[in-house]
């Protein structure tokens, strides 16, 4: 099946075309038998069970320079505050913006506002529910981010030196800096594992996983680090929960269905061309 594309899960093309498919299958019914149909009735049921659990849980389409990312909905996106331009005073009757909070600014990394990983290209952040052995109910937030190596490739296009497909073996280990962990080398590599299990009804794509647990911190925090790519652009998102966030949440399976509706841009951003020189043509 094609991946999932639009705000609402699939876009009207390609609605149209899986039902055009469809249709041409029960054309073919007779031809392939009637346990051949029964499967593609079966298949099709799964397909919009599968769109409507994608809708249900995951809030609309964002778009970051041909990124496209459905997070669970209970997450809403940080913005950057407003920052007057340098020297220029407040109009009359207006007031100075106060500069955004550090756990709330989106180039920071969540918990941890001294940390700013490279590459961050948006940030969301929710407040789950808690629990634990010997502990009320409460509430704590939690924390999406996600990077890439894009802004690498627009740099490199003025200095040749910038090297782009380092971008997540330098991330990881400035993430372990920051966090006074061992650094991921071939010496004593992390413990990556494969995301198995997507859906067949989106693109395949290769997804890697590594959970960082933070017990001595307060609270003591899970953080999922997760990667992939697509030809040479890199992608990372980090998930930042408490460890003690109600299983109620959900947020393993919410994670999942954002991670299979992740796309990434086929290519890096091309150079544009210099100014007054020929677009295209002879």
Known sequence: MSPLTSSEGVSALDRRAFLAGLASTTLLAVGCGADTYQERLTQTRRYFE?????NVALSRVAKFEGFE????????????????????????????PEPLAPDVDPVRLGYFPNVMPEGIMASWKATVRTEGPG??????PAYLHLLSNWGRWIER???????????????????????NLQ??????????????????????KKIESITIELVEHNPPLEIHFYKTDAKDVQCA??????????PREKME????LTLETLKLPGSPPEK????????GGF
């Open 50 to 54: 599968y769109l409507d659990q994608v």
């Open 69 to 96: 990312i459905r997070v669970p909905k209970i997450f809403e996106q940080l913005i950057p505050a407003a920052v007057p331009n340098e020297g220029e005073a407040p109009k009359e009757g207006e007031a100075a």
């Open 135 to 140: 502990q009320s109910e409460g509430e704590a």
């Open 157 to 179: 296009q003025n200095n040749i030196e910038i090297d782009p497909p380092k971008y997540l073996a330098d991330l990881t280990n400035q993430i372990a800096n920051a966090l």
């Open 183 to 204: 650094a991921d080398t071939s010496d004593a590599p992390w413990d990556w594992e494969m995301i198995r299990g997507l859906s067949p009804f989106v693109a395949k």
């Open 237 to 246: 998102l980090l998930l930042i929960l408490p460890k003690a966030i109600d």
């Open 253 to 256: 399976g919410r994670i999942k």
């Open 272 to 279: 544009a061309p210099a100014k007054g020189a020929p677009v």
